[in-house]
């Protein structure tokens, strides 16, 4: 069986505690600035100076860790997840592979209700979106049974399928729509 190779990204959506994590560092930012012009000449204005930039960075570095992105990459039986902030970072966070793949189906089937009563450990690598098309796949490995929700395209499902025909249940009626 020759290589297959598919991939995918996923933005996914903004949350309030996003939006409130950004607008808590700007206000910190802006009154650390405001401070160090109350005390501009003194050593309380250079610190607080000082402090405004570093609050400035931080707020960069929010705005980006808040902005995320997941990328599926299916290659031969193996699923990679990577998260992307900001559109710059690349960070590895999920791998398994089909062969430790207990069962992959959409969140709303059947297949899952046996896994659904045990314990796992739950990775959510979704968009959060409310119409988003969502499955779950259990993994087994030695660490245990680890639940990990996402929104893969036809094209990898049909690829999980082919790898592993008996794992995976594909529910043809939520079929993909790309949402770009």
Do not use: C, W
């Not at 207990?102 to 009563?117: G, P």
């Not at 739950?122 to 779950?136: C, P, Q």
């Not at 996402?150 to 529910?171: G, H, S, T, W």
Request: hydrophobic share 40%.
């Amino acid at each position: 069986m020759g290589d297959v190779y598919h991939e995918q990204l996923i933005k996914r959506k903004t949350t309030v505690i996003d939006i409130l994590t950004r607008i808590l560092f700007i206000l910190l930012t802006l009154s650390a600035f405001s401070i160090s012009f109350l005390g501009a000449q003194t050593l309380i204005g250079i610190a607080f100076f000082a402090l405004s930039v570093v609050f400035a960075y931080l707020t960069r570095y929010m705005f980006q860790r808040t902005n995320v992105e997941y990328e599926y990459s299916f290659l031969s039986g193996e699923i990679q997840v990577d998260r992307v902030f900001g559109k710059a970072r690349r960070k590895h966070y999920i791998n398994f592979d089909m062969t430790k793949v207990e069962v992959v189906a959409h969140e709303e089937s059947d297949q899952l209700e046996q896994f659904e009563r045990q314990n796992y450990n739950f990775k959510d690598v979704t968009s959060l979106n409310s119409d988003a098309r969502i499955y779950v796949a259990f993994v087994r490995d030695d660490s245990g049974l680890t639940k990990i929700a996402f929104e893969p395209n036809d094209e990898i499902l049909e690829d999980m399928k082919n790898y592993a025909p008996r794992k995976v249940y594909i529910d043809e009626t939520k079929k993909f729509t790309d949402r770009t």
